[in-house]
Nanobody, 114 residues
């Protein structure tokens, strides 16, 4: 079972990035997926989640209206589209799922700075 994130980088305030998380080794469509982030000196926090089945979504208040989570079960992939990025969005972003245990990806760094 593995989750691999990609798409992070350096972006100016107001810019956009699209993160991708590719899952392997499990039946992807059966599981809810989520994105978390951890900024330096802070606890890891939930950013957005998407369910299996209906694909219902939920977001942290701090990213509502700016970030969009989606999934493509045919590609075993979940995405996080991030718009209107702010310096406070700077963090390592992690993909996560839960089966009989929590599975984390290795993380991808997002830096928002001018």
């Amino acid at each position: 079972v593995q989750l691999v994130e990609s798409g992070g980088g350096l972006v100016q305030p107001g810019g956009s990035l699209r993160l991708t998380c590719a899952g392997s080794g499990f039946t992807f469509w059966r599981y809810g997926m989520s994105w978390y982030r951890q900024a330096p000196g802070k606890e890891r926090e939930l950013v957005a989640g998407i369910s299996s089945g209906s694909g219902s979504t939920n977001y942290a208040d701090s990213v509502k209206g700016r970030f969009t989570i989606s999934r493509n079960n045919a590609k075993n992939t979940v995405y996080l589209e991030m718009n209107s990025l702010k310096p406070e969005d700077t963090a390592v972003y992690y993909c996560r799922t839960f089966m009989d245990r929590i599975i984390w990806g290795q993380g991808t760094q997002v830096t928002v700075s001018s």
